[in-house]
């Protein structure tokens, strides 16, 4: 589900392809993360050369799957590139032990989650109806999820209605349509998760080119990734990275803390102490997000700085199931203390 393709050599080795050869450096983190076993923490603390071996093959043409010493076959420009990572023995067993380990907290924390329901399959004789931006966006605003599933399932074109909606210029109705989005295409990835996957895809990639409109696409990852976390949750990685920018920070810190509503455990194995700093940001509505997201994953670590927040005043408004819901900082600040405390009486 990653960026690249990726796989396994019965060697240990893992391998990535990067078939246009310009972005190798995210390949390799692609494959260091896999070779991981997706622990972010584990791949950035390693080293090459002391804890995994690498290589590359230049001139890889994915579709042939051959190399092309020319750089040129039947008119085409072959740049693909094969990286290879081999991690030294103990580092690949300190891996799979935290793997085991991850299965087995996860297994505990979200015993339902391997209960999501398959989509039933729709009668091939059925009558298909076609897609229209009217239509998705009026069946989006009267909340028609069953309506939208089976819309997508008739007309692939569905998705891109749906996604166009996230351009809307009034931020409520943004919130709506991504709430819209998440709980649609939980649905439909019983089905077509590549699908899903793709569309998760074109949203981050909005996000990083600054030339495009990335309007709701770190609502509509955060919504998708809530609905169906056990298939998705390793994208929720990517989005630490535009926690730091003005423009998508507030959005990013309430999709964290939406996800950690649904799986804490994914955004606890991320560096979530470099949020800290928003705990005392001048704007409110920062504070009370990144004081809900460490609520949600139990920062126990960071109690003693909510605790200085309960007495904060400041009014924010905090997006619920496309709902908006006005509260202060001291209020989630006590909420988010009162479930770090009951996780600690549990344990």
């Given at each position: 589900m990653g960026e690249f393709p990726v796989g396994r050599c019965s060697c240990g080795a893992v391998y990535t392809s990067d078939a246009t050869g310009f972005n190798v450096g995210a390949a390799m983190v692609d494959c260091l993360v896999y070779a991981c076993a997706e622990n972010w923490e584990l791949a950035w603390d390693l080293l090459p050369g002391d804890d995994y071996l690498t290589g590359r093959i230049e001139r890889y043409d994915e579709q042939g799957h051959q190399v092309v010493e020319t750089g040129n076959l039947d008119g085409r420009i072959i740049r693909g590139v094969l990286y290879f990572i081999r991690?030294?023995?103990?580092?690949?067993?300190?891996?799979?032990?935290?793997?085991?380990?991850k299965t087995v907290e996860q297994s505990a924390a979200a015993p339902e989650s391997a209960g999501f329901m398959l989509e039933p399959e729709r009668d091939p004789k059925r009558v298909k109806r076609?897609?229209?931006?009217?239509?998705?966006?009026?069946?989006?605003?009267?909340?028609?999820?069953?309506?939208?599933?089976?819309?997508c399932f008739d007309d692939k074109r569905t998705v891109r209605f749906l996604q166009r909606l996230l351009f809307d210029p009034d931020p409520g109705k943004r919130w709506l349509f991504a709430y819209v989005m998440g709980q649609v295409f939980g649905r439909v990835s019983t089905r077509l998760?590549?699908?899903?996957?793709?569309?998760?895809?074109?949203?981050?990639?909005?996000?990083?080119?600054?030339?495009?409109?990335?309007?709701?696409?770190?609502e509509a990852i955060g919504e998708i990734i809530?609905?169906?976390p056990d298939?998705?949750?390793?994208?929720?990685?990517?989005?630490?990275?535009?926690?730091?920018?003005p423009?998508?920070?507030?959005?990013?810190?309430?999709?964290?803390?939406?996800?950690?509503?649904?799986?804490?455990?994914?955004?606890?194995?991320?560096?979530?102490?470099?949020?800290?700093g928003y705990?005392?940001?001048?704007?409110?509505?920062?504070?009370?997000?990144?004081?809900?997201l460490y609520g949600r994953i139990r920062a126990k670590e960071l109690q003693s700085h909510i605790e200085k927040l309960v007495v904060d005043p400041a009014h924010l408004v905090v997006y619920e199931d496309g709902e908006p819901h006005r509260t202060d900082v001291g209020s989630l600040a006590r909420e988010a203390l009162a479930i770090i405390r009951d996780q600690g009486e549990k344990k």
């Open positions: 991690l030294h023995k103990d580092i690949s067993d300190l891996a799979r032990s935290l793997q085991e380990k076609r897609a229209s931006k009217e239509m998705v966006r009026s069946m989006a605003e009267d909340r028609d999820i069953s309506g939208l599933v089976d819309l998760p590549g699908m899903v996957s793709d569309l998760l895809h074109r949203l981050f990639e909005s996000c990083a080119d600054s030339a495009s409109a990335n309007w709701g696409a770190i809530r609905a169906r298939l998705y949750g390793p994208f929720s990685g990517h989005l630490m990275a535009f926690a730091g920018s423009l998508m920070r507030l959005e990013t810190l309430w999709a964290l803390g939406t996800i950690a509503g649904a799986r804490p455990e994914l955004i606890r194995a991320m560096p979530f102490y470099k949020l800290s705990l005392v940001h001048e704007d409110p509505s920062l504070r009370g997000h990144v004081v809900r």
